[in-house]
């Protein structure tokens, strides 16, 4: 079981950058695969990125490539999504998720692979 709370969102002007912190509970952070979702209104929650339990693997959507970087510290039970040349497209609420896993170098790109939510900050970039 783990819980999850994440911080750092905000309001940015466009051109911006933000870095957005997911808290987990616990002590098997490191067994869990890590990933950040985000809900704009009116839309279907979407994939960003996913980090694999060691961190050396990584995925993102086309959308945020080269912008957005995923990160965790699991000696602070921490994952963080550095975001930088922001669009009013990127507004949204943002979510961290986590799922256990036994494979090596995994990483999970569906929502319905992970089992953990954290609660959501809000993220509103103006142009």
């Known amino acids: 079981q783990v819980q999850l709370e994440e911080s750092g969102g905000g309001l940015v002007q466009a051109g911006g950058s933000a870095r957005l912190s997911c808290a987990a509970s616990g002590r098997t952070f490191s067994s869990y695969v890590m990933g950040w979702f985000r809900q704009a209104p009116g839309k279907e929650r979407e994939f960003v990125g996913t980090?694999?339990?060691?961190?050396?693997?990584?995925a993102y959507v086309d959308s945020v490539k080269g912008r957005f970087t995923i990160s965790r510290d699991n000696a602070k039970n921490t994952v963080y999504l550095q975001m930088i040349s922001l669009k009013p497209e990127d507004t949204a609420v943002y979510y961290c998720?986590?799922?256990?896993?036994?494979?090596?170098?995994?990483?999970?790109?569906?929502?319905?692979?992970?089992?953990?939510w954290g609660q959501g900050t809000q993220v509103t970039v103006s142009s």
């Open positions: 998720a986590a799922t256990v896993t036994t494979f090596y170098g995994a990483i999970y790109s569906r929502s319905t692979d992970y089992g953990y």
């Open positions: 980090i694999s339990t060691s961190g050396g693997h990584s």
